[in-house]
């Protein structure tokens, strides 16, 4: 058992089941004499069957509109990190993967509307997220393993970008469209993001393009290293052209898509070039007893922080069919094909050439209702080739094809105990992981099953509960990994006979989300057998010796918000999350998210909205062998927004963020470079969006 940091305890309040009563019971006592105002519904895409974000039996967050406008950060992972149960894995400026209820990598799927998004940011996480928040239309995050139909290795959760690079309606007014306009000052960042779709009779077009130039940001005062972090530089540029056919029963269309970006990687540290092992030792230096350190200069200025050169070219490929024939409503197609490369370029040399080209194809089918039954079946393939070559190519060329069945039921009960919704999914994957030189292949089957429940037992309230088994099989890294990875310091060593992890995860949950007070909280417990992680072995001035191995492990935490509406025009939230990650023979695992707590402040008066925010870190000193503990720290938040139209009736919005008000010193226990690259420091940025 577990409880919270002394100094966010109340008194007699020591376990996670306990906040999530008080923050619930905040809520529940005065809200049922309150009238309802609920507001609109919003549907969750990656849901399966078009669901509402309160029919959900899996937790899920839901950004869009000025919610998603005001978070958009640089990265997928700054965008989502503010989320109850989600932080960032924070590398620079220019990586930031989400880590969802601590697990991050090929744990956690990020999608492109349904289809799976192939770079390389699951290899490391100095690899960006090929995703641009300024062309997002809406970011759903569902919690845990329970979204099952895209894919049972997605142990963690599941990220689905939505987009309108494709189509899939006429615009009313023969076009429509967005333009934004923003500028940071941390970073010195200018960024911009334009987006058109136009069309008539059966044929819609649309491009879109979004570009960001940003410097080395500055960090927060009293930081030994300097004012900014040097490297964490970020220059992103991104296009998309997309066609569709629309008709009245549905679409199909397709979008090309390149991204090139340029991006630092801060504490890139070449003493250990000559670095090796002797068994489970690392021995660095030469074996005649003398180390050659003189012949490479280690104390770099900007200009020698080795860069990221990306490019990343996808072809989407998105279609829908409503009513295709009898007894089935709906038949969704998704697909996409992917080039990815950057290059690790080093005073003007490309030192090592990461490669990654894919493809995947989804197939759905969604029946018409069957003796009370609702739901849809479908397949799903992918293929990777995945390659380095230079000085840090620790992993050798392979191969890695997959498949999946997959089947999704819904049944719904109404009586005067209140409204059920119940829920049950099956999947099969069969993963095959190869060296592309042929000496190595290994196989791996898994069977993957969850049940679900949505209790509706008063008007607005909804209580949730899931079980899933879930499998994931190892990745090709995991597998094969062997060598010197500079960017995180590290000495990866693979294990060819890993088997596949199974999870059993719990999963429960009380929302409101109608009347004055609303709330949403969920408790879980995932037990995983055989997790997969990467054990330190040895330790040496700051390289560690990663051996990826297997042990029984245990994930518990508590996540959850609570608004009250104060006057039809202010409201106040709390909001935190907590997770523990332990080895379930001893020990615990490293980089785990420390507890986080905050308190919002939101107002609207006529056309302004606003509002402030602080957020409270706790110290980390949970840690894994070979790991320090880092220390806590709170930030205060403001934001402002003025709407307004134009002459011509376009909506258009004028906003201010500030961040860091305090300008305090911050590190993310999440991170591999914490120390080399801490949270940024102050930060204003001001931006405009138009809507025509």
Not at 516 to 525: K, P
Request: some cysteine; overall charge neutral; charged content about 20%.
């Amino acid at each position: 058992m577990y409880s919270f940091p002394s100094s966010f305890r109340a008194p007699g309040v020591r376990h996670p089941l306990a906040w999530a009563a008080l923050l619930c019971l905040a809520g529940v006592a005065p809200a049922w004499a309150q009238a309802e105002s609920s507001l609109p519904e919003v549907t969750v895409s990656s849901s399966g069957l078009q669901l509402g974000a309160s029919e959900m039996t899996q937790p899920v967050s839901v950004l869009e509109g000025d919610e998603l406008v005001h978070r958009r950060g640089a990265t997928l992972g700054e965008t989502l990190e503010g989320e109850p149960g989600i932080t960032g894995s924070h590398f620079g400026a220019g990586a930031s993967r989400p880590v969802i209820r601590g697990m991050d990598g090929a744990r956690v799927r990020v999608l492109s509307d349904g289809s799976q998004l192939q770079d390389a940011s699951t290899v490391s996480p100095d690899h960006a997220v090929v995703s641009e928040p300024l062309l997002a239309t809406q970011v759903e995050v569902l919690r845990g393993p329970s979204a099952l139909v895209y894919g049972a290795g997605a142990v963690g959760g599941v990220i689905n970008v939505l987009d309108g690079k494709v189509p899939t309606a006429i615009p009313d007014k023969g076009y429509e469209g967005s333009a934004e306009l923003r500028a940071g000052s941390a970073a010195r960042e200018k960024a911009g993001a334009v987006a058109l779709t136009g069309g008539a009779g059966n044929v819609a077009v649309h491009v879109e393009a979004a570009g960001r130039d940003a410097g080395d940001y500055r960090v927060g005062s009293g930081w030994a290293g300097g004012s900014r972090v040097p490297g964490s530089f970020n220059r992103t540029d991104t296009g998309s052209v997309g066609l569709s056919w629309v008709g009245s029963r549905g679409y199909l269309g397709m979008a090309l898509t390149r991204q090139n970006a340029k991006y630092g990687l801060p504490g890139h540290n070449h003493g250990f070039e000559d670095c090796h092992t002797h068994g489970d030792h690392l021995h660095c230096g030469s074996h005649d007893g003398h180390d050659h350190d003189d012949d490479h200069d280690h104390n770099h200025d900007h200009g020698d922080v080795p860069v990221v050169d990306l490019r990343s070219e996808r072809m989407d490929l998105r279609g829908e069919l409503r009513d295709p024939f009898a007894g089935f409503t709906a038949l969704r197609l998704r697909g996409g094909v992917t080039d990815y490369r950057h290059d690790e370029v080093e005073d003007g040399v490309i030192a090592t050439t990461f490669r990654n080209k894919a493809h995947d194809l989804r197939v759905e089918l969604q029946h018409a209702p069957v003796a009370g039954l609702r739901g849809m079946f479908g397949v799903q393939t992918a293929q990777r080739r995945f390659s380095a070559v230079g000085e840090e190519a620790y992993v050798q060329p392979t191969r890695t094809r997959q498949w999946g069945v997959f089947a999704l039921e819904e049944y719904r009960i109404g009586d005067w105990h209140g409204d059920w919704r119940i829920e049950a999914a099956l999947r099969h994957d069969r993963q095959t992981a190869e060296l592309e030189d042929g000496t190595d292949r290994r196989s791996h089957n898994g069977t993957s099953a969850s049940l679900g429940a949505v209790w509706r037992f008063a008007p607005g309230y909804a209580a949730g509960a899931s079980l899933t088994r879930a499998s994931r099989a190892p990745t090709a890294e995991e597998l094969y990994a062997r060598g010197l990875h500079m960017a995180t310091s590290t000495y990866e060593r693979g294990d060819a006979g890993l088997r596949a992890e199974a999870s059993r995860n719990i999963d429960l949950s009380l929302r409101k989300t109608s009347g004055d007070t609303t709330f949403d909280v969920s408790v879980f417990r995932n037990r995983i057998h055989h997790y997969i992680y990467g054990r330190t072995l040895d330790e040496h001035d700051g390289l560690q010796l990663l051996q990826y191995a297997q042990a029984d492990a245990t994930f518990t935490g508590i996540e959850g918000r609570v608004r009250q509406r104060l006057t039809p025009r202010l409201g106040v939230t709390l909001f935190g999350d907590s997770v523990r990650a332990r080895l379930d023979g001893g020990g615990l695992l490293p980089r785990i998210a420390p507890m986080r707590a905050g308190l919002r402040l939101d107002a609207n008066w006529q056309s302004w909205e606003g509002q402030v925010e602080w957020v409270q870190v706790a110290r980390q000193n949970r840690v894994a062998q070979f790991e320090s503990p880092t220390r806590g720290y709170g930030m205060l938040h403001l934001g402002l927004a003025y709407n307004g139209l134009t002459r011509g009736g376009m909506p258009w919005q004028l906003y201010l963020k500030a961040r860091n008000l305090t300008n305090r010193l911050a590190y993310a226990h999440t991170s591999f470079i914490k120390d080399a690259a801490p949270l940024a420091g102050r930060n204003f940025t001001l931006g405009m969006r138009v809507s025509f």
